[in-house]
């Protein structure tokens, strides 16, 4: 059971770069969020979804796109990466009415 | 929004002395979750706290929701090196999966 994988595990980009950011989970969870991790900030939200064809917005969206066309898929996409956007991206699903989240290995991304 | 605080955002202790981590949110909460992040790792859920004022114990570690369902704190008695990590608290938003996560607390442990 992989659980949620995420790729690339580490990416370099220069700025104004597009890129994506892929997410998948085998557990059949019906929630997955994309949260980036910066020193001091903790874990912020960027998009979320509570299924196929249904995403919101979390706390930090701009500079992001995701979509849902299937349960296990949530992509998370840079449009023209900025160097602020450098920061570790976890990507996360739980079950509806369940507790536990569970997170991927993270990506690192580095926009120079 | 809703805002989740979390102090203090580093603690270095001596193996076998207490840690404590509070957190704070600017509104009542359905719920809580704690989650731990090893060095290099990803977090792990540890628990979640659900009813007004619980206390619910992992060995050495226990967990305290506040009575008014806005503060949670992470008690650690006699800490091990195994303890390191960052140590997360989690607001979550009902029939989301919606995390709102605090900032964390950070714990170094000297041998």
């Known amino acids: 059971n992989a659980g949620v994988t995420q790729t690339p595990k580490f990416q370099v980009l220069k700025t104004g770069q597009s890129m994506t950011l892929q997410c998948a989970q085998d557990?059949?969870?019906?929630?997955m969020s994309w949260y980036r991790q910066d020193p001091g900030m903790g874990l912020r939200l960027i998009h979320y979804?509570?299924?196929?064809?249904?995403?919101d917005q979390g706390e930090v969206p701009n500079g992001y796109n995701v979509s849902r066309s299937t349960t296990e898929d949530f992509p998370l996409r840079l449009l023209s990466a900025a160097p602020s956007q450098t920061s570790v991206y976890f990507c996360?699903?739980?079950?509806?009415?369940?507790?536990?989240?569970?997170f991927g290995q993270g990506t690192r991304l580095t926009v120079v | 929004g809703q805002q989740v605080m979390q102090i203090p955002q580093y603690q270095h202790v001596q193996e076998g002395e207490d840690f404590t981590t509070y957190c704070n949110s600017s509104?009542?909460?359905?719920?809580i979750q704690w989650y731990k992040q090893r060095p290099g790792g990803h977090p792990v859920f540890l628990i979640q706290?659900?009813?007004?004022?619980e206390v619910k114990k992992q060995k050495r570690l226990t967990f305290q929701f506040g009575e008014a369902k806005k503060n949670s704190s992470l008690h650690i008695t006699a800490t091990q090196t195994t303890d390191v990590g960052t140590y997360f608290c989690?607001?979550?938003?009902?029939?989301?999966?919606?995390?709102?996560f605090g900032q964390g607390t950070t714990l170094q442990v000297k041998p």
């Open positions: 989690a607001g979550k938003v009902s029939n989301t999966g919606k995390l709102i």
């Open positions: 509104t009542t909460l359905s719920n």
């Open positions: 706290l659900v009813k007004s004022g």
């Open positions: 979804s509570v299924g196929a064809g249904i995403t």
């Open positions: 557990m059949n969870h019906e929630y």
């Open positions: 996360a699903s739980s079950k509806q009415g369940a507790t536990e989240a569970f």
